[in-house]
């Protein structure tokens, strides 16, 4: 006998699960249009049934037992929205190799233990789907792994942390310190008590992770990615970068090279008329360079219960449709056919050419800068502008270099001598740039 709904088990009721719940509710009856039958919530695990929620969740529905979700026979689709990545990795297991199919938006799961997960469902045929893990609401995966399957990826730009985004905006806007725009995120709710994850790179990485195992349709090894936050910008580099054209933004990049794969995520300054420059607040946004279709960008709230839960809903009523055609696995994952990915050769961060961003703090007088344009010119290294704000002889005050391109391991040995120049006082700032976006 056909089923009457399609059953899915939640686990996890927080900012995300909240999202989900009301919208599975709200748009029932259009979502039912869409699949051809309703999407049912069959049962909700939670840490605690009796947790006073804005949400009202019948409490016939609740549970505390997460095994009540993957062992029920009669739930379809195990939805997991409770971040916690040892667990959640065991719930996936157990869900998959009971034949269920499996939706998350943990993106530390996926990064970490991708190989594991992605073999598991190949192993069972069951569908994995995690749009929400990168991006929000915005549809990158899918349009990665399908929108973009007759091309080659030569790049990706990605404003991935609406944590870094809103505090470089801030910091650009009212030239406030990176410690009180933080804490200003921390008040209205973009940012976290503990933010590292975020300020840090981190979490910017494991979606960088993700985003090249689709974008080449390889394993990705996290350890490999060269990771950088923003907790050392200053407002200063950025009202410097806003004098050479520049703004300052935490970007998650890949691109295609004889050496393999760039993976890398740090501050970078891009061109002030560039799309990836006009991104501000809390938004995301992609940038991907196709050899067939060329340049296109996808932007929208990278975050948020209802953005990210509608994401969620997405791959809800892929695998719903899946399940009603009486297929599973017609799309592999990172888009590529067989249980075999290759891992990903990551160039090293020794190799990047790039243009350069360097602040000196110098004591102003005479041969201070020859010797520096010195050092770098013994590196290979050439200068491409030099500004000066201020002129206080004998006093210390920033000198701004930016650099043609140049070999990263040129540069960074360049500036390790420089520091130990006697009219040095302080550690050389580095940001790369991308004037290109290529």
């Not at 719940?21 to 009856?29: A, F, G, P, V, W």
């Not at 929620?53 to 095994?67: A, D, F, G, H, Q």
């Not at 939805?79 to 719930?91: A, D, K, T």
């Not at 789907?129 to 990665?144: K, M, N, Q, T």
């Amino acid at each position: 006998m056909k089923s009457k709904a399609i059953k899915i088990g939640m686990i996890g009721l927080g900012t995300v699960g909240t999202g989900v719940y009301e919208i599975l509710k709200e748009h029932s009856q259009l979502l039912a249009k869409r699949i051809g039958i309703p999407l049912e919530i069959a049962k909700v695990a939670v840490r605690s049934k009796n947790k006073k929620r804005v949400l009202k969740v019948p409490s016939s529905l609740l549970t505390n037992r997460v095994e009540e979700i993957y062992s029920d026979p009669e739930i379809q689709i195990v939805l997991e929205l409770m971040g916690n990545v040892q667990e959640s990795r065991r719930i996936a297991l157990q869900a998959m190799k009971r034949g269920k199919h499996f939706v998350t938006a943990n993106k530390a799961l996926l990064a970490l233990h991708s190989r594991e997960i992605f073999q598991t469902a190949h192993d069972n045929q069951v569908d994995i789907c995690f749009e929400a893990a990168v991006g929000g609401g915005i549809p990158i995966l899918r349009a990665l792994r399908e929108g973009f399957v007759a091309n080659r990826i030569q790049s990706l730009f990605g404003i991935v942390n609406g944590t870094c985004n809103y505090i470089l905006t801030e910091m650009a806007d009212h030239g406030a310190d990176f410690s009180a725009t933080l804490k200003q995120a921390q008040a209205l709710g973009y940012a976290e008590a503990n933010p590292k994850f975020d300020v840090g790179g981190i979490d910017a990485a494991h979606k960088l992770a993700i985003l090249i195992a689709i974008a080449y349709g390889v394993s990705v090894d996290l350890k490999n990615l060269y990771v950088e936050g923003i907790s050392d910008i200053d407002p200063l580099d950025i009202e410097f970068g806003r004098h050479f054209g520049y703004e300052i933004k935490l970007l998650a990049i890949s691109k295609q090279s004889e050496r393999g794969i760039q993976a890398r995520v740090h501050p970078t300054m891009v061109p002030s008329a560039s799309m990836l420059a006009a991104v501000r607040g809390v938004h995301n946004a992609i940038q991907i360079d196709g050899d067939s279709v060329g340049e296109g960008m996808l932007y929208g709230k990278g975050a948020g219960s209802r953005p990210t839960a509608s994401a969620v809903v997405g791959d809800l009523v892929e695998v719903a449709r899946n399940i009603l055609a009486g297929v599973a696995y017609t799309v592999p994952p990172l888009g590529v056919v067989g249980p075999k990915v290759k891992e990903a050769k990551i160039e090293p961060m020794g190799l990047l050419r790039s243009a350069y961003y360097l602040r000196f703090y110098a004591i102003d007088r005479p041969g201070v800068l020859a010797n520096i344009a010195s050092i770098l010119s013994r590196f290979g290294i050439s200068i491409s502008s030099i500004y000066q704000q201020v002129r206080e002889e004998g006093r210390e005050v920033p000198i701004v270099v930016l650099t043609h391109e140049a070999q990263e391991k040129s540069v960074l040995a360049a500036i390790q001598k420089i520091n130990k120049l006697s009219g040095i006082k302080r550690k050389t700032k580095l940001i790369r740039i991308e004037a290109k976006l290529k």
